[in-house]
């Protein structure tokens, strides 16, 4: 298959914070991959600002070490890495004072896409914002990208929102959910309103229930700090697994624009029930007795805060009233594996005996580590020896099925990046979305504060708490192995 690459238009990307952690491993690397695959026009030209003081010279260098670190593959592509620091200027600004202010709108050209990235913490979101607009460097149509968290429940969103709204139209903010820009999901989209195949079958008649599973290996690490004053729920489930909620439970837009998209997440978010206490499970990786250990890390011995979490959930619309949604996510478990598996019920008689076994359909939507679509069908086992069936993976790895050229598709951010330019909203969250999660999700934490039980233990390397499982079984059902 050919690669369709199509270069977009010229542009001034300012990153605030593009001398951080994000800039550096994300933002830096995959615009290079962009560049790289020819998809920047010849006038596009992006710009670090933070407030080391710096020339743009010694900012070519840090993107280049960046560059090389977190992209390896492409590292030593002196060419290239060549012409896209060409691209490259630096600019000293404190976003809470005047420096560097002027020397930016200097910088910045009048008839080309403009585009902010404040990869910075949401603390400041309200100064850029008010100073992009005291000198006069926000244009009409510029767009704002910021990043996760947006707010820690509904009324600091909310805030966070009328914040930007004084500054910004909604058209002009994307909000990043890095979700949302993975292949797979949008192949989820693909998959349920591009064939005939699936959305018949898309409902309480005939899946039983969907699991949702984010797994992670690793502990907290580095970012206890902000670990502590997040956990499981604020970190991944309020954001990127309601997402995945919300795409696989909305009902088909009219069509793929931004607003008819997110119009139909939004619908699916107002139809969750409120979640009962028994439905949901919190634990906590335990330490591995080493000083050292993550374990500390999340705020000290004493912490709270939930590194796994747990729960049913239900919505209560006609499509899916009778099927429930099983999500978790947690770290230092036994495998890093993301995906949604949609598990159909059972035929409603076999025709070939009880001998013949339990079977069933199920679509496995992988989004790590190898993105692909697994189907599950019943087959005849080979051979004599009558009628034995067998369960097979129908795969759709993608790197197998397109070709490892076809599957080298754009990282999340890239991919998003590119879409800010482009002004296309579709993958990003918007605010009364992000504002009607924390409101789903609030009454839980609330409730956990109430009550001030600490999370329950689970071993490093394990699935979870007991608890969890438990919370399938009463149901008569499993979750899946986590497997990578
Ligand atoms: P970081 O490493 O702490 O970087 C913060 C950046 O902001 C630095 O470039 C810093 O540079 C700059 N900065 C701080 N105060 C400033 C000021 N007054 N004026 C101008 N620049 C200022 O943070 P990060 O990890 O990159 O995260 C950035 C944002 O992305 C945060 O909202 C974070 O929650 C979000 N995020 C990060 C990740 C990740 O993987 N890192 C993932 C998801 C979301 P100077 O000190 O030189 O000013």
């Known amino acids: 298959m050919v690669s369709r690459v199509i270069p977009v238009e010229?542009?001034?990307?300012?990153?605030?914070?593009?001398?951080?952690?994000?800039?550096?491993?994300k933002i830096l690397p995959g615009l290079f991959r962009r560049y790289r695959a020819g998809q920047m026009g010849a006038e596009a030209r992006i710009i670090g600002a933070a407030r080391s003081e710096m020339e743009s010279a010694a900012y070519r260098e840090f993107v280049r070490a960046a560059v090389d670190e977190f992209h390896p593959a492409t590292a030593g592509d002196a060419a290239h890495i060549d012409g896209f620091l060409a691209r490259i200027e630096y600019v000293t600004l404190d976003a809470r004072g005047e420096t560097g202010w002027s020397d930016l709108a200097a910088l910045l050209r009048d008839d080309v896409v403009r585009a902010f990235y404040f990869s910075v913490g949401p603390a400041l979101f309200g100064d850029l914002a008010e100073r992009l607009h005291t000198h006069q460097i926000a244009s009409p149509d510029c767009r704002i990208v910021v990043e996760k968290p947006f707010g820690r429940d509904m009324q600091t969103a909310r805030a966070l929102n009328r914040t930007l709204a004084q500054h910004f139209e909604e058209t002009q903010i994307y909000r990043i959910d890095h979700y949302?820009?993975?292949e797979t999901v949008q192949n989820l989209m693909a998959i349920r309103f591009g064939n005939m195949l699936f959305e018949p079958l898309w409902n309480s008649q005939y899946v039983d229930h969907i699991q949702i599973t984010v797994a992670e290996q690793v502990g907290v690490g580095g970012r206890g700090d902000y670990y502590d004053r997040a956990g499981a729920m604020r970190d991944m489930l309020q954001n990127h697994m309601m997402q995945l909620l919300c795409l696989i439970a909305m009902e088909p837009p009219a069509k793929f624009a931004p607003d008819a998209v997110r119009d139909e997440k939004l619908k699916v978010i107002r139809a969750l029930d409120p979640v009962a206490r028994e439905d949901v499970v919190r634990g906590q990786y335990e330490g591995t007795g080493d000083k050292n250990s993550d374990r500390i890390e999340v705020g000290n011995r004493d912490s709270t805060t939930e590194s796994f979490v747990a729960m049913r959930a239900r919505i209560s619309n006609w499509r899916w009233a009778a099927t429930p949604f099983y999500l978790r996510t947690g770290k230092r478990l036994r495998d890093r594996a993301s995906e949604i598996a949609v598990v159909f019920k059972d035929a409603p008689h076999s025709i070939f005996g009880a001998k013949s076994g339990h079977h069933r359909n199920i679509l496995t939507i992988k989004l790590q580590p190898n993105e692909g679509i697994e189907l599950?069908?019943?087959?005849?086992e080979p051979g004599p020896g009558g009628m034995r069936l067998v369960d097979v993976p129908l795969d759709m790895t993608f790197a197998e099925a397109l070709g490892p050229e076809e599957a080298d598709f754009p990282d999340a951010y890239e991919r998003l990046i590119m879409d800010v330019i482009r002004g296309n909203q579709t993958l990003f969250m918007r605010g009364d979305e992000v504002e009607a999660a924390w409101g789903w999700v609030d009454p839980i934490i609330a409730e956990w504060s109430e009550t001030g039980e600490p999370p329950l233990p689970y071993a490093t390397g394990s699935s979870g708490p007991d608890d969890a499982l438990m919370l399938m079984h009463r149901d008569g059902r499993r979750w899946r192995e986590i497997r990578a």
Request: net charge positive.
């Open 10 to 25: 010229s542009f001034d990307l300012v990153i605030f914070g593009g001398t951080g952690d994000l800039a550096r491993r």
């Open 180 to 182: 949302l820009g993975k």
């Open 376 to 380: 599950g069908v019943t087959i005849k």
